[in-house]
Structure formats: C-alpha cells, structure tokens
C-alpha cells in the first residue's frame, strides 16, 4: 500500500510557473514508478510525466515536454513536477500516482493521490 499526497497547486497568471510536489509514504522501498497525470473538466485524464525512484529513467508526454519537468528526492519520499510557461489550456487537477510500470495508461497505475487545482487564468 502506498499513500500519496499533492500539494502546490493554486492560481496562476499565463506565463507563470508553478512546482508541484508528491509525497509518498508506505511500500515505497521497491523501484516503484511515479508519475503525474492531469485531468480538465469533461476530459479524460492525461498522462503528464513520470519516473522512478531508484533509478534515474523518466517519461514525458510529448506535448508538455520542454515545459515540465519532473524530478524526485528519494530521500524524502517526495517527486515534485515543475510547471513552466503555463497557459490557460494547462487548467486541471494535477493527480500524483505509483505504479510498476511507467504507462501513458491511468488504469496501470496502482495508487493515486488525491489531486491538486491549478488553474491558469488572468
């Protein structure tokens, strides 16, 4: 069991930048994988990025790479996602999740946090 909690979402300008950050507590001494997702009202949700604990292997989506960033201290548990150049568009619960594997697939992802709001708006 892994329990994950959000924080750092908030109101943001267009242009402005934001960094998020994931803390795990429980089984998380294996390689597990975190990643980010994100999900707009009345859409489905994306993946973001990820990357595991141990080793240094990340995953992005090719459309906010170069924008995002995810990166992790292990030592505290924590992964954090930066948020660069944010636009209107970008609006949507940002969701932090642990899994085996690093899928673009939010159904192959075991554990889930409870989300945090960022909305971008002038």
């Known amino acids: 069991q892994v329990q994950l909690v959000e924080s750092g979402g908030g109101l943001v300008q267009p242009g402005g930048s934001l960094r ?3 803390v795990a507590s429980g089984r998380t001494y294996d390689d597990q994988a975190v990643g980010w997702f994100r999900q707009a009202p009345g859409k489905p949700r994306e993946f973001v990025a ?3 604990w141990v080793a240094a292997r990340t995953l992005y989506a090719d ?3 170069g924008r995002f960033a995810i990166s992790k201290d292990s030592f505290k548990n924590t992964a954090y996602l930066q948020l660069n150049n944010l636009q209107p568009d970008d609006t949507a619960v940002y969701y932090c999740a642990s899994g ?3 899928k673009y697939d939010p159904a192959s992802w075991s554990y889930w946090g409870q989300g945090t709001q960022v909305t971008v708006s002038s």
Do not use: E, F, T
């Open 63 to 65: 459309s906010l790479k």
């Open 20 to 22: 998020l950050s994931c």
């Open 100 to 102: 085996s594997y690093m």
């Open 50 to 52: 990820s990357i595991r």
